[in-house]
Nanobody
């Protein structure tokens, strides 16, 4: 069973930055797209962004476009979510996930296309 270990969450003031990291405990994931999702209190989990297996393609939700950047280092088996210009509405538990199909960009916005999930890391943005 693959486990994804997330880190980097915390409390930050509005306008600040955080970088989240996600690494599987085992298993090379370099052939899979990786996604980031978040869930705010009382809301459904939503797509934040995704990166292709090679890192050549990324996609972002409109709410974070221009502020968040996803990258990956396949040599380190790690994917990152750099979050800048944070807003209070970015407060949520953030999850990374592994796309279920190798070399695929299919429905990367849909949670149903991801079969391994991290435990989540809390990001709190104060106003």
């Amino acid at each position: 069973q693959v486990q994804l270990v997330e880190s980097g969450g915390g409390l930050v003031q509005a306008g600040g930055s955080l970088r989240l990291s996600c690494a599987p405990s085992e298993h090379t994931f370099s052939i899979y797209a990786m996604g980031w999702f978040r869930q705010a209190p009382g809301k459904e989990r939503e797509f934040v962004g995704a990166i292709s297996w090679s890192g050549d393609s990324t996609s972002y939700a409109d709410s974070v476009k221009g502020r968040f950047t996803i990258s990956r280092d396949n040599a380190k088996n790690t994917v990152y979510l750099q979050m800048n210009s944070l807003k209070p509405e970015d407060t949520a538990v953030y999850y990374c996930a592994v796309h279920r199909i190798g070399f695929s960009w299919y429905n990367i916005w849909s949670q149903n296309e991801y079969n391994y999930w991290g435990q989540g890391t809390q990001v709190t943005v104060s106003s």
